[in-house]
């Protein structure tokens, strides 16, 4: 019998504290909504659309949060079969290596093995979703300009987690009976980038036979 995300995904594992929306504020009432949309049984690609009358920006805010929960949670389970000796390189497969570059300790592309990769990747994006000049919550306060193009970057390298999954991991994965679990959080992921143009299709093609 398929086990839920909860039994699957030890809550003791989860790479990250969950951000949380705060209740009564108005992305608190769109994630509620594409949160019953995902329960509906709704396909996944109507689910993502923009619903009438919103504002993209707070639609992208919401998922962006929530496919860094969702994603910090699937790579908190595996963090025991990713580590230095395994995963020496940050990578999808032989083709396709991965280097880390911030605006503070790593100026230049560095080549990092996976664990060390995947730390720095959500110490980054934790610190760009609770930065209020990038992701605000007050009421009245606009988003920046650059908003848009900040979600892209997020959501370009939290695929690389997915690719690194699939192609690394995903036996173990299956072994654990989480697959249509991951596999279902990953088509809501792809058909979000998707359906806003949020991921250049260059960065997609590590995966591209099995999303299509």
Known sequence: MALCLKQVFNKDKTFRPRKKFEPGTQR????????ASL?????????????????????????????????????????EYCTEKSCPIM???????????????????????????????????EMLINNEDIFP?????????????????????????????YIHHFDSIINMGAEAHVNTCYKHFYYFIREFSLVDHRELEPLVRMSQ
């Not at 923009?50 to 929530?66: F, Q, T």
């Not at 999808?92 to 990769?117: F, I, V």
Request: charged share 20%.
């Open 39 to 79: 329960k509906s049984g709704l396909d996944l690609k109507a689910v993502v659309q923009l619903p009438p009358g919103e504002s993209i920006n707070d639609w992208i805010a919401v998922h962006v949060v929530d496919f860094f929960n969702r994603i910090n949670l699937i790579y908190g389970t595996m963090s």
């Open 137 to 165: 919550t007050r009421i009245g306060v606009p988003f920046p300009k650059q908003f848009q193009q900040v979600c892209t970057k997020i959501l370009t390298r939290l695929f690389r987690v997915f690719v690194h999954v």
């Open 28 to 35: 608190f009432e769109l994630y509620k909504k594409a949160q």
């Open 91 to 125: 990578s999808g497969g032989l083709k396709y290596e991965y280097r880390w570059q911030d605006d503070s300790k790593y100026k230049k592309p560095t080549k990092l093995s996976a664990p060390q990769y995947m730390c720095m990747l959500m110490d980054w994006i």
